[in-house]
């Protein structure tokens, strides 16, 4: 029996974000993504998540009214519809461009995730059941540091932020000392690019010694040039110190240089990613290990297709993660426990967000894991109130577009966001 789709509704939302400090800046004090919702003739609600900002909310609203009458199994021609949306070509078989499909991956993954959980809640089943079963029945996720002001300029809203100022390697410490005890995170990741690289590799040291088990990555988002890195290449070749070296520079033929002397992985989310950039990345060995991202890789499918490229050509696979709330993060662990190859733990901002758009406040990531909501579908239902508030915030917060260089010179006037910065 056919449960065909009657309507799309795209809500924006807005939810606080900390001070926290990188490459480009720093964030500004409101988060913005989206909520969406696919509703069917039998009434029930398919839930995706995705990005907030004007290009991404214009895209969407512009695919939403052509999803009306699809069957939430037809993932064909779903892709199909955002392909004649963005870019006026249906042809689901043609290359990917050489030079990415971002805002059409993005509008993929955005209905697809909902698809997918109506799929689930029309079957009775989880959507990892859908794509194929668990090999893991949790999804390892690691400590995310980041280098923050102890609050926001001027910001009378937020004006106690509870993690607080984060700007020397003892403060890097016990932020993560945080961490590790609230969620029992087993290994450390730091957002780099922000100080001097000596500073950031003092930091690294004195993670190292207060938590010499966890594996440690570094994140400079191409803050660093070729030159710099190599100059660097001894301190962070340190025995132990490193588990991956993530984008220290800034493209792919950089990173590629990089790889021809660094020591150990480079990981990426800023050079390869889509398919597109596969056959160049591969030719030259820039990276060894592919950050996926099912927000703009397009879905969970293509995610597992990703995983898939990585046993070809022995890339190691984990996943990134930006400022999202509860949706996301049960549509990345029901991706996540299915990947054979996941081979590092995956990024996660989610316990920086204090604020939740799912009935029953937030998931809780326990020894540094997480298991699939447990139910039908994706295992999470929309909290109504908390999405109009959220959605009242983005009314009256002011922001349409990300912007962290602007908010950065609210405390350094003179700030600039030109890469490379060392």
């Not at 909310?57 to 939403?64: F, G, K, M, S, Y």
């Not at 995983?307 to 996301?328: D, E, P, T, W």
């Amino acid at each position: 029996m056919s449960d065909r789709i009657v309507d799309v509704r795209i809500t924006p939302i807005a939810f606080r974000d900390p001070p926290l400090l990188n490459v480009s800046g720093v964030h500004q004090p409101w988060a913005l993504r989206s909520i969406i919702e696919v509703q069917t003739e039998s009434g029930r609600i398919g839930l995706g998540e995705s990005y907030g900002e004007a290009d991404t909310l214009a895209d969407l609203n512009r695919i939403a009214p052509a999803l009306i009458g699809l069957d939430p199994f037809a993932l064909n021609a779903l892709t199909q519809v955002v392909y004649r949306c963005i870019g006026n070509n249906p042809d689901i078989g043609a290359p990917y461009p050489p030079d990415g499909d971002k805002a059409r991956a993005s509008a993929l993954g955005a209905f697809e995730v909902a698809f997918w959980d109506l799929q689930g809640q029309i079957t009775g089943r989880p959507v990892y059941e859908l794509l194929g079963g668990a090999v893991r029945s949790h999804v390892s996720y690691s400590a995310y540091l980041f280098y923050k002001y102890a609050k926001h300029h001027a910001d009378p809203g937020y004006a106690t932020d509870p993690w607080g100022e984060a700007l020397t390697p003892l403060q890097l410490v016990a932020q993560a000392q945080r961490m590790v005890d609230r969620y029992g995170f087993g290994s450390i990741k730091l957002k780099a690019g922000v100080f001097e690289p000596e500073l950031e590799i003092a930091g690294l040291r004195a993670l190292r010694a207060a938590f010499p088990k966890h594996p440690l990555r570094i994140d400079p988002n191409g803050g660093w040039s070729v030159s710099t890195t190599r100059r660097l290449m001894p301190a962070l070749s340190e025995p132990g110190l490193l588990e991956y070296l993530e984008d220290p520079v800034g493209s792919l033929e950089e990173m590629a240089e990089v790889a021809r002397f660094a020591t150990m992985p480079l990981a990426t989310n800023m050079v390869t990613i889509a398919f597109g950039h596969l056959p160049r990345s591969v030719a030259l060995n820039a990276v060894q290990v592919v950050l996926s991202d099912h927000h703009y890789w397009g879905g969970l499918r293509a995610s597992q297709q990703l995983a898939a490229m990585g046993r070809v050509f022995g890339l190691g696979i984990s996943m990134h993660s930006n400022s999202h709330l509860g949706i996301s993060l049960a549509a990345m662990t029901h991706l996540g426990v299915t990947l054979p190859n996941l081979s590092y733990a995956c990024d996660t901002h989610y316990p920086w967000q204090e604020d939740e758009v799912i009935e029953g406040g937030k998931l809780q990531i326990s020894k540094g894991q997480l298991a699939p909501p447990a139910g039908p579908g994706l295992g999470v239902k929309l909290d109504r109130s908390a999405l109009a508030r959220l959605h009242n915030n983005f009314l009256g917060c002011g922001i349409r577009q990300r912007d962290d260089a602007s908010e950065m010179r609210k405390h350094q006037p003179g700030f600039s966001k030109q890469r490379p910065r060392f």
